[in-house]
Each structure stands twice: as structure tokens, then as C-alpha cells.
């Protein structure tokens, strides 16, 4: 079965999105199958995947393929149609085989308050009990279609119940942060939520009407793999010293308030298996990324991450170019990295 790994983190605009694809094109590069699933209903990752520049050809996906996205892939459940829900045909992201994206769709939020009723695991679960194991199993589907080895789900910034029941349902999930005070705030309450959702679900599963659903939910056993910190201005290499200091705070964050409050409710790997991964026990911190700066535009341009521009790519001659060359090559070591990481802690 493919592993799902989602990347969780209330706070808006800390690179889940940005993490989700680079590391799902590195997990691919190394051998491995993808399904990137947008989750998130402003579809950024199906934007940044599809590569459509205007509103037009993005509606002419959506107007000629109305089948090929998660919104129209739980319609039986939601809907509660006859037919069972069945794989998504995915879009194979054109410049990298083996990576498939299941497309988001902005009506998925219209989902969300029918799951909060039925999560809420009250009289109505009757009529609902097919719900909450709806996601995974439909992920499932669609991964074993693809041959997927990992299903990378990007989620939106929130604490709603899609996104209760997209980390609840995981078998892993990382931590995406950006070296600022409300980043740090972030840890605070996703130590918070996490150890209340787990519990929800722990509740859940242990439901006869949730185990005998067409979707039954699956006992949660959900871990983290670590953080990752995105985004920041390096001098001379090393973060410059205001966000260090934020590096620092997070750090701190995570080791005082994230990993005791997450630990009691059994969602770490055994601190050995960190320690293998080469993951600090204290930080858990998977990769730091640096600002791709120049390489941002370049890689749009492009469609494809910054770690796999050609010389060929970049409109830039003599010194700047060997520049830009040293920074891209600086990114694929990191994004190797993170999915080495990746792969060792997930196996
Ligand atoms: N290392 C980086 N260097 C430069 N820009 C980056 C880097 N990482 C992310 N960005 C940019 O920062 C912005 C926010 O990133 P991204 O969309 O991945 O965050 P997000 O957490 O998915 O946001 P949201 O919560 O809105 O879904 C994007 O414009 C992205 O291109
Ligand atoms: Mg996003």
C-alpha cells in the first residue's frame, strides 16, 4: 500500500506547497511513484502543476475532464450515490514520469461542513458513516491505479475537519515552517490540536458503524516525520541573523511544546529511527531551505523545481550564471536530502 504523507501546518504561505512538489519530483527521481493530491480548495498545487498561466486553459481542464479531481472523486460518499468511489485518473506531470497529480477543486470546501457533522460522531453518523474513511480510501484507489509507492497530500492552512480527517488518516506527516514570530505561534496550537485530533480519532475508529462502512476509518497511526524550515535570506551561506533567530525560536518550539505534547499521543517514530534518518531528536528538523531567490522565476518559467534548471533554462551568461548554477545545485543536495530523509523514516 502507498504511504500518504501530508504536510500540515495551519500557518499560511509556509512552503507546504511549494514542499509537497519538490519533494514528491525528488521522491520520483529516486525510483519511486507519486500521487500529489491537492487537498487544499484554492488549488495552488494544481495551478503550479498544470502549469496553465490563465484562467482559460485552467477551466478548460476543468470543463473537459470534470471527473479528473478530488472533489468529483468523493462525490459517490458525499453524494451518496450507488456507485462505489473508484481512482482518479491523474495528470502525469509533463517533464517528470512517474509523478502523477490528483487535481484539487475549490467545491471541495462544500464538503466540509457535512464531514464536521459526521465527525462530530453523533446520532447522525448513521447516515454519514461513510464519510470519514472517504479520503484515504479514495487516495488508496487512486495510488494503486498509478502504482504510486507515496501519495503526498498537500493540505490548506486550517484546523477544519477536511484537514482533521486528511491528518488523522496519514501515515506520516511533516511540518512545514517559515522562520518567523507566527510561525513559532503555529507550533503552539498545532501541539494543541494534534493531541485532541488523535484522540477524536482514536474514538472513531474504534466505531462499529465506522468499521463496517463501504470506507471504513482507518485506526490512526499517523507520525511525524520532522519540520521543515523554508524561506530564508542565507549570508554567506548561513541564515542571516534575524531569521536565525527564528530558526532558533522554532527550534526551541518544537522541542519544549511539540514533541512532549505529541509524544503522549503516540505520534513520533522511536527517537532511534530519527537518530538512523541522521534527524535531530531535539529539532526534528528534516531540511533548511534557503530563498530560491533568482531561481524563483527561472523555475515557473519552466514549470519544473528549481533543482532541475539547465544551463539551457537560465537566460544569464559567464559569473551569474555559474551563480545561479552553485545555488541550483545546492538545492538538489537539499532536496535529496529531504527525501532520503523522507524515504528511510517512512520504511
Ligand atoms: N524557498 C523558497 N524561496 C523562495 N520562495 C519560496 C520558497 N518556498 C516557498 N516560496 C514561495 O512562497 C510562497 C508561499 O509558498 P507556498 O505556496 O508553498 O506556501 P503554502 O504553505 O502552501 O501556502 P498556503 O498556506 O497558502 O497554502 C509561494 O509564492 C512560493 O513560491
Ligand atoms: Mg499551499
Known amino acids: 500500500m502507498a504511504k500518504r504523507i501530508a504536510l500540515f501546518n495551519h500557518k499560511g504561505g509556509v512552503s507546504k506547497t511549494t514542499t509537497a512538489f519538490n519533494l514528491?519530483?525528488?521522491l520520483t527521481e529516486l525510483g519511486h511513484r507519486v500521487v500529489l493530491v491537492d487537498t487544499d480548495p484554492q488549488c495552488n498545487l494544481t495551478g503550479l502543476v498544470l502549469g496553465y498561466r490563465g484562467a482559460t486553459e485552467l477551466e478548460s481542464f476543468y470543463g473537459d475532464h470534470p471527473?479528473?479531481?478530488?472533489?468529483?472523486?468523493?462525490?459517490?460518499?458525499?453524494?451518496?450515490?450507488?456507485?462505489?468511489?473508484?481512482?482518479?485518473?491523474?495528470?502525469?506531470?509533463?517533464?517528470?514520469?512517474?509523478?502523477?497529480?490528483?487535481?484539487?477543486?475549490i467545491q471541495l470546501s462544500e464538503y466540509e461542513?457535512?464531514?464536521?457533522?459526521?465527525?462530530?460522531?453523533?446520532?447522525?453518523?448513521?447516515?454519514?458513516?461513510?464519510?470519514?474513511?472517504?479520503?484515504?480510501?479514495l487516495f488508496d484507489m487512486t495510488a494503486e491505479a498509478h502504482e504510486a509507492d507515496y501519495v503526498i497530500i498537500d493540505m490548506s492552512p486550517g484546523l477544519g475537519p477536511i484537514n482533521q480527517n486528511l491528518l488523522t488518516t496519514s501515515h506520516y506527516f511533516i511540518v512545514p515552517t517559515a522562520?518567523?514570530?507566527?510561525?513559532?505561534?503555529a507550533?503552539?496550537?498545532?501541539?494543541?490540536?494534534?493531541?485532541?485530533?488523535?484522540?477524536?480519532?482514536?474514538?472513531?475508529?474504534?466505531?462499529?458503524?465506522?468499521?463496517?462502512?463501504?470506507?471504513?476509518?482507518?485506526?490512526?497511526?499517523?507520525?511525524?516525520?520532522?519540520?521543515?524550515?523554508?524561506?530564508y535570506r542565507p549570508r554567506r551561506g548561513r541564515p542571516a541573523s534575524s531569521f536565525q533567530?527564528?530558526?532558533?525560536?522554532?527550534?526551541?518550539?518544537?522541542?519544549?511544546?511539540?514533541?512532549p505534547a505529541i509524544d503522549g499521543a503516540g505520534m513520533l517514530l522511536p527517537g532511534a529511527e530519527y537518530e538512523k534518518a541522521g534527524?535531530?531528536?531535539?529539532?526534528?528538523?528534516?531540511?533548511?531551505?534557503?530563498?530560491?531567490?533568482?531561481?524563483?522565476?527561472?523555475?515557473?518559467?519552466?514549470?519544473?523545481?528549481?533543482?532541475?534548471?539547465?544551463?539551457?533554462?537560465?537566460?544569464?551568461?559567464?559569473?551569474?550564471?555559474?551563480?545561479?548554477?552553485?545555488?541550483?545545485?545546492?538545492?538538489?543536495?537539499?532536496?535529496?536530502?529531504?527525501?532520503?530523509?523522507?524515504?528511510?523514516?517512512?520504511?
Open 179 to 185: 522562520p518567523d514570530f507566527f510561525s513559532v505561534m
Open 24 to 26: 514528491g519530483w525528488k
Open 245 to 259: 533567530h527564528w530558526i532558533d525560536e522554532l527550534a526551541q518550539a518544537v522541542e519544549t511544546i511539540l514533541i
Open 113 to 137: 461542513t457535512t464531514l464536521g457533522i459526521a465527525q462530530e460522531l453523533t446520532g447522525s453518523i448513521q447516515a454519514l458513516q461513510n464519510l470519514p474513511g472517504a479520503m484515504p480510501f
Open 67 to 105: 471527473d479528473r479531481n478530488i472533489f468529483a472523486g468523493l462525490v459517490p460518499a458525499f453524494e451518496s450515490r450507488p456507485a462505489p468511489i473508484t481512482a482518479v485518473e491523474c495528470v502525469e506531470v509533463a517533464q517528470r514520469p512517474g509523478l502523477f497529480l490528483l487535481p484539487g477543486s
Open 187 to 231: 507550533i503552539d496550537s498545532v501541539s494543541r490540536i494534534l493531541p485532541k485530533w488523535q484522540k477524536w480519532a482514536e474514538q472513531a475508529s474504534s466505531m462499529d458503524i465506522l468499521k463496517d462502512a463501504s470506507y471504513p476509518f482507518p485506526a490512526p497511526a499517523t507520525k511525524l516525520l520532522g519540520t521543515v524550515v523554508q524561506n
Open 279 to 347: 534527524v535531530s531528536l531535539s529539532s526534528l528538523n528534516l531540511v533548511q531551505i534557503p530563498d530560491f531567490n533568482s531561481l524563483v522565476a527561472v523555475s515557473q518559467e519552466h514549470q519544473k523545481p528549481v533543482f532541475t534548471l539547465e544551463p539551457s533554462d537560465i537566460d544569464h551568461k559567464g559569473t551569474v550564471l555559474e551563480q545561479m548554477l552553485d545555488n541550483r545545485d545546492q538545492f538538489n543536495g537539499l532536496f535529496e536530502d529531504l527525501a532520503t530523509k523522507v524515504i528511510q523514516l517512512s520504511t
